[in-house]
């Protein structure tokens, strides 16, 4: 494949949309095209051009392809397509103007580029790892998916462009990046005639402006918030401003008291965020005797009646209280099910590849939400075994002391009216 550079090189953010660019013949295009739709973050396609369109009136009026390369023009011939592909370039003046020092444009360097361990989704004959784009930024956006998670084990030694000096206090933050576009036509099974790419750092700019918009100005649903799971490893999740919303809800819902537990002790004077910070080893409870409440033993101590005799010594990472702990279980696979079906989070699930989830998984996910009638049955099933209740000793449709109708088919109720609003 022939590297097709000369276009205009990055130096400074430009308030113009800069795209990538990929040139193939017109018989491997449909593949190329299904390869961009399966991976829409690294490779989003603005445009497709016709066989020999020279031009790209969508995002640049006047422009012609032949003349960016004149050495190239021989090879140019009228049967084949250009792909304008999204570039990160474009977002790198929202983000010094928000504050967020680009150091790679500070030092006048190329991006720095790197292959990941995160395979492309194949598409007829392309496939081939993703390459994301790295800069040095604040904790201002703390989007950081770290080096072991995309397989990148040398940040000083880049794939392309350049190495960026790192500021005390920096965070390394990635995006995929639209030079996984030459990684795809080096892939091609079949081995094209002639190809054309752009050079790393050397793009199409057109006559667009860049839109700069704010998260405030975002629909819930596609606002992004991020969440430090833990320090070290540096680890963060996502998920959308709605999910989170609907998640604190849940958990706000959670922690009533119905009236006959009054000694529960206040979970947000312990811990915050528990579901959108959920740990491989959480526990739930609510007295404080339950496993994993040694996370929260100095508040059971301290608030609960003879909590220096119950109180559990075994911590786990993150403690999920709750007015009645089956409650708090109902909660985690409400807060599970609102995750796994918010796009912003399956995302980066995803490492970015864009793909969203499928009808039979979110088939799957409403089936594991808990509803009144399968809750009811299970009780029923303790009861007719002779299962009494652990704290009246009744034989009968109750938890805690408190019965299924009202208080807890009340709870259940309304966890789902929360979770599938």
């Known amino acids: 494949s022939i590297i097709f ?3 205009f090189p990055n130096k400074m953010p430009s308030c113009h949309l800069i795209t990538n660019m990929v040139i193939l013949h017109k018989d491997l295009v449909d593949d190329f095209e299904a390869f961009c739709r399966a991976n829409s973050s690294p490779l ?14 969508p995002l640049a009026t006047g422009s012609d392809i032949k003349f960016f390369h004149i050495r190239s023009i021989v090879c140019l011939r009228m049967d084949i397509v250009t792909f304008y592909l999204g570039c990160s370039f474009g977002f790198e003046a929202a983000l010094m103007a928000a504050g967020v020092p680009v150091r790679n444009v500070e030092q006048g360097k190329n991006v720095s580029m790197y292959k990941t361990s995160v395979t492309c989704i194949r598409a007829g004959q392309f496939h081939c790892p993703m390459v994301d784009a790295a800069a040095q930024c604040t904790h201002v956006i703390p989007l950081a998916h770290g080096g072991p998670l995309l397989g990148i084990h040398d940040l000083s030694q880049p794939d392309y462009g350049d190495p960026v000096e790192e500021c005390p206090g920096d965070v390394p933050v ?18 094209p005639l002639m190809a054309f790419t752009h050079s790393p750092g050397c793009m199409f700019i057109t006559d667009q402006k860049a839109e700069t918009i704010s998260p405030l100005t975002l629909e819930p649903a596609h606002c992004p918030l991020t969440f430090c799971i833990s320090q070290n490893p540096q680890l963060y999740s996502m998920a959308s401003k709605k999910a989170v919303q609907q998640i604190r809800a849940i958990e706000e819902l959670d922690v009533e008291d119905p009236g006959m537990k009054q000694h529960t002790f206040d979970p947000q ?15 739930i409870g609510d007295g404080g ?4 409440m040694g996370k929260v033993k100095a508040a059971v101590k301290a608030y609960m009646p003879n909590g220096n005799l119950i109180a559990c010594d075994v911590a786990a990472d993150f403690a999920i209280t709750a007015g009645v702990s089956s409650w708090g279980s109902y909660a985690v696979a409400c807060a599970l099910y609102v995750l796994n079906l918010c796009p912003i989070h399956w995302r980066y699930l995803q490492r970015g590849l864009g793909l969203s989830a499928t009808p ?5 996910w409403t089936a594991c939400l808990p509803t009144v009638a399968k809750e009811e049955e299970m009780l029923q099933i303790l009861v007719k075994y002779g299962i009494r209740s652990g704290k009246t000793a009744n034989l009968g449709l109750e938890v805690d002391g408190l019965t299924f109708h009202p208080y807890h088919s009340d709870i259940i109720q309304r966890l789902r009216n929360l979770t599938l609003a």
Do not use: H, M
């Open 5 to 7: 550079s000369g276009l």
């Open 289 to 292: 005797n339950e496993l994993g």
């Open 174 to 191: 990635f995006w995929a990046c639209g030079v996984t576009g030459v990684e795809t036509v080096q892939s091609c099974s079949k081995s």
């Open 269 to 283: 004077k312990t811990i915050n965020n528990k579901f959108v910070r959920l740990a491989p080893e959480s526990g």
């Open 360 to 364: 039979d998984q979110q088939s799957l």
């Open 44 to 57: 989003l396609l603005l445009y497709r051009s016709k066989c020999g369109e020279w031009s790209c009136s």
